[in-house]
């Protein structure tokens, strides 16, 4: 295969692009002059050198000075470090990018765990797909009040749900798991719900 396909086969990987996007994306970087490539490899290489994943909520995070942060570092983010934010309600979503989405409506002020994605329905290894064990270890360790499962309201997301809360039971977990309440819609995905949305659906969550 020669580089440009491989490229092709690089982009075409990218969530929610397809092989047509992807070869369009290779050719726009062909078109691009040497200065603008070295810019965008010497970026990619840099915030994948200062990123790291938190030990605590598994969310990347560029970690400051990236000479003294090694990637895979084990420092705790800012969210939850924070002694403001509310310890005792712990909200699990599947990608960074809904997490990005829910910080952006200030809506919520507890802490977050990240799954990692969700679980296809009919997926005989779940515990592959998400980190539903880490998780596990999480609440048994924090003991949250209360654990906000906050999924896209799609198939994959709701079987998801069904998973974690499954794994929620007594005697590992004796708290409260509720779910965004339904102003979000069926169908609907996180990281495109707009701040309004997202703060109705955690009001009525249940
Ligand atoms: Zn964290």
């Known amino acids: ?21 992807a070869r369009r994306f290779a050719y726009y970087l062909l078109g691009k002059p040497p200065a603008f490539i070295k810019e965008f490899t010497s970026l990619i290489e840099e915030v994948k050198k200062s990123t790291a994943e938190c030990p605590q909520c598994h ?87 209360e654990i906000i499962l906050s999924l896209n309201t799609t198939p994959d997301g709701e079987h998801t749900a069904d998973i974690v809360k499954d794994a929620l039971k007594a005697p590992l977990y004796l708290g409260k798991v509720t779910i965004l309440g339904r102003g979000l819609s069926t169908g609907a995905e996180l990281e495109y719900a707009d701040s309004d949305t997202i703060k109705n659906a955690l009001k009525n969550r249940n």
Do not use: W
């Not at 295969?1 to 990218?14: G, K, P």
């Open 1 to 21: 295969m020669d580089s440009l396909r491989r490229l092709e086969e690089i982009f075409a990987h990218f969530p929610g692009i397809g092989p047509r996007q």
């Open 59 to 145: 969310r990347l995070f560029i970690g400051g000075n990236n000479k003294t942060v090694k990637s895979g570092a084990s420092n705790i983010c800012s969210i939850c470090s924070d002694a403001n934010r509310d310890q005792s309600t712990l909200m699990v979503v599947a990608r960074d990018s809904d997490f990005e989405s829910i910080e952006k409506s200030a809506a919520y002020k507890g802490l977050y765990f990240i799954l990692g994605g969700t679980v296809p329905i009919l997926d005989k290894e779940p515990d592959k797909r998400i980190r539903l064990k880490q998780l596990l270890e999480r609440v048994q360790k924090s003991a949250p009040k």
